[in-house]
């Protein structure tokens, strides 16, 4: 059988009498390297042995249990010794310390999670990169956050190349990336406190009314003018950290001299870590010590949650006071049976009952359950049945190819009798695939 995977193999060389912290230094490094991730090491004793530092004829006495030689060998992926070996430089001290690839003919070592691989941002990003000028008329850029179903719009200083997506001119990123446009932005300096997403389910009376004081405005002039990138070659990994800590629901991608060449998308990252999870290793070759992830050891147990039998009003009032705006309904058992969130209400609600939600859906501050609709009903009329969900054993793979498939950013999680846990939610279930790869 041809021997085509390698791994490396690290030997640290030390005696018995090397000491850290009271103990001996050998179980110290492996100790160390348990704590940090390593798949595997072993201390190996030696006979006899003599080091640069020994200038006179070995002895009886020399080859004591205190004196003779250990060598810890740790075997691993090439990535992660590169990664940990530095993590142990005050335990090596002047330890002789060897790397060398070494072929494989069968091995089961720890995961090496999907974003270690040498591939990078530029391999994953959407190109070309949606983009408006600074002189886009703001009406044009919610167009355009609509139809690409987009939550981070970047801004380039100038125009380019322009091609058409749907029916709006739209500029390809060919200039510098000099602002972003997010939700968050819209509602601070523009005062549109309506998700966009929502615009589509307006009717074009309602729809006027709202975007009417958005009229004639710019781009430039609600822009976040210090946006948040990441380079070409930057790794998948590290990118994705940025695009959690900043809150970007997309991440822009830029060369050196900052042009804008594409947009980094969670779904885009989700498929291609189910695609390499698709790749079975052959007969022989390396293989993974741990099974995928189970939801149970990620899934948020903290959920916004209302009784089906909640009067309606007061459920909208917990709706909009939710971060996320999006509400699971329980039966008394606490079996899951719906679900609530701004478009389901907007779908159900008519006439003055609707306008009163709309009202209270572009305030900043919180709307009373007294000025909400459905005082005289349950929530479980207005809720969606059935929501999608996952079971509790599933690993976050399934997950994550359930959040595609259906086009979602979080999944209840319910146990065998559809007893509601808690949610998985997209950006959980990509921080636990970072992890593994750390």
Do not use: C
Request: charge should be negative.
């Amino acid at each position: 059988m041809a021997l085509t995977d390698t791994v490396q193999r690290v030997r640290i060389y030390l005696n018995r009498d090397d000491q850290w912290e009271g103990g001996p230094r050998y179980v110290a490094l492996l100790d160390q390297l348990r704590r940090i991730g390593a798949t595997g090491a072993t201390a190996l004793q030696g006979l006899a042995g003599f080091g640069p530092g020994t200038r006179r004829r070995i002895t009886s006495a020399d080859r004591s249990d205190q004196h003779q030689p250990v060598v810890v060998e740790w075997i691993d992926r090439d990535e992660r010794v590169a990664r940990l070996l530095p993590m142990l430089a005050d335990l090596l001290g002047d330890a002789l310390v060897t790397v060398e690839s070494i072929p494989i003919y069968q091995a089961t070592l720890r995961a090496r999670g999907p974003f270690t691989t040498e591939r990078g941002v530029g391999d994953l990003m959407r190109r070309p990169a949606p983009a408006v000028s600074t002189q886009t008329q703001l009406t044009d850029v919610l167009h355009l956050l609509v139809t690409e179903r987009l939550g981070t719009l970047p801004v380039i200083a100038a125009l380019g190349q322009t091609e058409r997506l749907g029916t709006l001119p739209v500029t390809i990123a060919t200039g510098q990336l000099v602002g972003l446009i997010a939700e968050q932005d819209l509602a601070w300096r523009a005062g549109l406190h309506l998700k966009p997403a929502l615009l589509p389910l307006l009717t074009p009376e309602e729809r006027e009314a709202i975007l009417q004081p958005l009229v004639g405005r710019l781009a430039h002039e609600v822009m976040n003018t210090e946006p948040r990138s990441v380079g070409v070659n930057t790794a998948i990994a590290q990118a994705l950290v940025t695009m959690i800590e900043w809150g970007y629901a997309q991440l822009p991608v830029v060369e050196r001299d900052g042009r804008l060449v594409g947009l980094l998308e969670p779904e885009q990252v989700l498929r291609e870590v189910l695609a390499q999870a698709q790749v079975a290793p052959e007969a022989g070759t390396v293989r993974d010590a741990e099974p995928p992830t189970p939801v149970r050891l990620i899934l948020q147990t903290v959920v916004a949650q209302v009784t089906a039998g909640t009067r309606l009003n007061l459920a909208l009032a917990q709706l909009l006071a939710t971060p996320g705006r999006h509400l699971l309904v329980v039966a008394d058992d606490g079996r899951l049976v719906g679900t609530l969130d701004e478009a389901s209400a907007l779908r159900g609600l008519a006439g003055p009952e609707r306008a009163a939600f709309l009202t209270a859906l572009q305030r900043p501050h919180a709307t009373p359950a007294t000025a909400l609709p459905g005082g005289d009903r349950p929530v479980e009329r207005l809720s969606v049945a059935n929501p999608p969900s996952i079971a509790v054993q599933a690993s976050i793979l399934d997950a994550a190819q359930r959040l595609l498939d259906l086009g979602l950013e979080r999944l209840a999680v319910v146990d065998a009798e559809q007893q509601l846990l808690g949610i998985i939610a997209r950006g959980g279930l990509i921080r636990a695939l970072i992890q593994q790869s750390q």
